[in-house]
């Protein structure tokens, strides 16, 4: 059974920090590249961050420097500090493998997503 849990997110000022965690289960996340996503509100999911199996690390240039992405293989899991978000930074935030696996027909299999909100 494929489950994405992703918690962590919440209200911040500008300039502050939140760290999201990703836990998953199923098959197809074991040994796989995984990566952060977010989708701001009337925008596509877009992928920020990656990262290997082996801990090698990948940043979209609208996060580099601020974001870091890390796993724990062992606990299946994979976390996102993020540190000086700006409100561009607000959206929600979902954790999956990268590129996407589709499970037959029912497509990609997404979490709940955790939502992030920067504002004073």
């Known amino acids: 059974q494929v489950q994405v849990v992703e918690t962590g997110g919440g209200l911040v000022q500008p300039g502050g920090a939140l760290r999201l965690s990703c836990t998953t289960s199923?098959?197809?996340?074991?040994?796989?590249?995984m990566g952060w996503y977010r989708q701001a509100p009337g925008k596509q999911r877009t992928l920020i961050a990656s990262?290997?199996?082996?801990?090698?690390?990948n940043y979209a240039d609208s996060v580099k420097g601020r974001f870091t992405i890390s796993r724990d293989s062992a606990a299946n899991t994979v976390s996102l500090q993020m540190n000086g978000l700006k409100p561009e930074d607000t959206a929600v935030y979902y954790c999956?493998?990268?590129?996407?696996?589709?499970?037959?027909?029912?497509?990609?299999?997404w979490g709940q997503g955790t939502q992030v909100t920067v504002s004073s």
């Open positions: 990262i290997t199996s082996r801990g090698g690390a």
């Open positions: 199923g098959n197809i996340f074991r040994g796989s590249v």
């Open positions: 999956n493998t990268t590129p996407l696996v589709r499970l037959g027909s029912l497509g990609v299999h």
